[in-house]
């Protein structure tokens, strides 16, 4: 009666559905993945995640989880190997602090910088441009927000790499190596990463997308 | 600085956010130094500590700064492992409180703020808001309570109870100050009696700001954003 197995509600282009494949790819969990249409969600959705109606949501062994960083956390709770947070409980505190700071603060500025023209423009670049300064100063030196290899706010800050594609789509310039070279640095590692790589949206699908949703908005240089 | 595991706590009397903190260090006996911020003129201290935000609460522990209280939380649980728990241990019990209170946290603070801060329609729109999420978290919540109403022996709050608490558990003294019902016990009774019986417990009570100081300030918030 009860089911089994792994189910992943995402879809192609989510940042935060992409963080779950990432997570559960890491630790080599076998899952099943259904991809949603938002304009008309399943009944299975609805009925998993009827409070928010939205995707992510993780079903493992018919119990769903819902929110990116509360799977993530789950994830890693429930198969300890690969670990995604850090052991160090004062480690761990810093990468949920800079994941709620990508999420409360990057996310909606990086929506904001698609739909806004001009002057108004001009100001939200400069405040993305400051929030990643800051990310780099938690960055520093290392390979990865995890240290030699990714975890769990390299995982949250995927949401660059949607940046940089729209920045490429749309012909702004947000992110780049002189600005910001050791987020440059750290995105190109991420990028060439085994497992991290096929969990992004496929390149030219995903330039369209922001071509056709966003291109007329955005006033030319 | 940095003494060895000297916990200071950076806060502001009237903040639900730094009462969670308070009840959270008192549950697990954990001592610790309290520093009053006035917000309009924060110190050093607090700018240090916080550069992103620079807003309370703040925990310094053996001189590493912790900031937001639901990180907070999940820190002084995973640091001092003796005593209660303050999340449970099973990760899908885990991964529910962790929801609940991530709902409570991103879906009452606009409406609440705008609700004391407006009049007539405003106000009222502010408020049904809130009504219908307090019936979205009471109808999924339910389940934590398969034994009735909720009860707590001891000091056994967990995380949820706390976020709970400190956002509506003095809902009689903002009722008072914005005479109005918050959490009525016709249209909420799981969150009614769930704040009740945690407003018995003497680590509760011992964390309430002064009831008239209390109030005068929700009314000073009021008053200053109607002129």
């Known amino acids: 009666m009860a089911e089994e197995g ?10 935060f559905s992409r963080r779950i494949e990432v997570a559960l ?7 099943e993945y259904i991809e949603e249409n938002l304009t008309n969600k399943s009944p299975a959705l609805l009925n998993y ?10 079903v493992h062994n018919g119990k769903p989880v819902a929110e990116s960083f509360v799977i993530m956390e789950y994830i890693d709770e429930t198969w300890k190997h690969n670990p995604i947070l850090p052991a160090d409980p004062y480690e761990r505190a810093m990468a949920r602090f800079w994941a709620k700071y990508i999420d409360e603060k990057f996310w909606p500025a990086a929506k904001k910088v698609l739909v806004t023209k001009g002057e108004e ?17 938690e960055l520093k030196e290392k390979k990865f927000f995890g240290g030699e290899s990714f975890g769990f706010l390299d995982i949250a800050a995927n949401i660059i790499i949607w940046l940089v594609v729209a920045q490429e789509a749309l012909g702004m310039e947000i992110l780049n190596e002189e600005k910001l070279p050791i987020l440059h640095g750290w995105l190109q590692r991420l990028l060439n990463d085994a497992v991290f790589k096929e969990c992004v949206p496929p ?3 995903h330039l369209d997308f922001f ?5 007329s908005s955005i006033a030319s240089k | 600085m940095g003494e060895e595991n000297k916990v200071t706590l950076y806060g502001m009397w009237a903040s639900p956010f730094v009462r969670r903190v308070k009840i959270a260090l008192k549950i697990k006996g954990i001592p610790y130094e309290y520093v009053e911020e006035d917000l309009r003129n924060k110190s050093q201290f607090l700018l240090q500590y916080n550069p992103v935000h620079k807003k309370v609460p703040v925990l310094v522990h053996n001189g590493n700064p912790i900031a937001e209280s639901l990180i907070i939380l999940e820190y002084i649980n995973e640091t001092w492992k003796h005593g209660r728990k303050i999340l449970p241990e099973d990760p899908f019990e885990r991964a529910k409180v962790r929801f609940w209170a991530d709902f ?13 801060k407006s009049r007539e329609e405003a106000h009222e729109k502010a408020m049904k808001d809130v ?3 307090l019936t979205v978290f009471e109808e999924g919540t339910e389940g934590f309570f398969p034994n009735g109403s909720p009860h707590f022996e001891g000091e056994n709050l967990g995380f949820l109870d706390i976020v709970l608490c400190s956002l509506f558990g003095s809902h009689k003294v903002g009722e008072e100050a914005l005479t109005m019902k918050i959490i009525d016990p016709e249209r909420h009774p799981l969150v009614h009696s769930w704040v009740t019986a945690m407003n018995e417990l003497p680590v509760v009570k011992e964390t309430l700001p002064p009831r008239d100081k209390m109030v005068a300030f929700i009314q000073s918030l009021r008053g200053n954003s109607l002129d």
Request: a positive charge; hydrophobic letters at 35%.
């Open chain 1, 121 to 137: 423009q001009k100001g939200v670049i400069d405040e993305i441009q400051q929030q990643m300064k800051n990310l780099e100063g």
């Open chain 1, 25 to 31: 790819k890491l630790k080599g969990v076998e899952y």
């Open chain 2, 131 to 133: 009504f219908k999420k």
């Open chain 1, 6 to 15: 792994v189910k992943l509600f995402g879809t192609w282009a989510s940042p």
């Open chain 1, 203 to 205: 390149k030219e699908r």
């Open chain 1, 49 to 58: 995640n009827p409070v928010h109606k939205q995707i992510p949501v993780l």
């Open chain 1, 211 to 215: 071509k056709v949703k966003f291109g």
């Open chain 2, 104 to 116: 409570l946290q991103q879906q009452f603070l606009d409406s609440l703020c705008s609700a004391t």
